[in-house]
């Protein structure tokens, strides 16, 4: 029942910005850490941002820092990342992430593309 589905990928040159959001349903986002992923094929997951059950703290990777924004509306039962001044490192499906009763749950992905 748990399920986060994200959207608002696209194809942006160097220096644009996008917005991925990631809607989620079967539970309250309010009690939980959630987390933004992003792979490459045949590259690892990579944790790019997590955002505290309030929105009350944030954290990302050394690489997207002062680039990105994480942000909730918990309300809405929706996650956001901000991505300015992108790099064609960006380049990667990003994931939406978060663990409920020892259980990680997935988006689909959206493909995020970055050219120069």
């Known amino acids: 029942q748990v399920q986060l589905v994200e959207s608002g990928g696209g194809l942006v040159p160097a220096g644009g910005s996008l917005r991925l959001s990631c809607a989620a349903s079967g539970f309250a986002i309010s009690l939980y850490l959630m987390r933004w992923y992003r792979q490459a094929p045949g590259k690892e997951r990579e944790l790019v941002a997590s955002?505290?059950?309030?929105?009350?703290?944030?954290k990302y990777a050394d690489s997207t820092k002062r680039r990105f924004t994480n942000s909730r509306n918990n309300t809405k039962n929706t996650v956001y990342l901000q991505m300015n001044s992108q790099k064609t490192e960006d380049t990667d499906v990003y994931y939406c992430?978060?663990?409920?009763?020892?259980?990680?749950?997935w988006g689909q992905g959206t493909q995020v593309t970055i050219s120069s």
């Open positions: 992430n978060t663990v409920v009763i020892g259980t990680h749950y």
């Open positions: 955002i505290g059950s309030t929105g009350s703290w944030t």
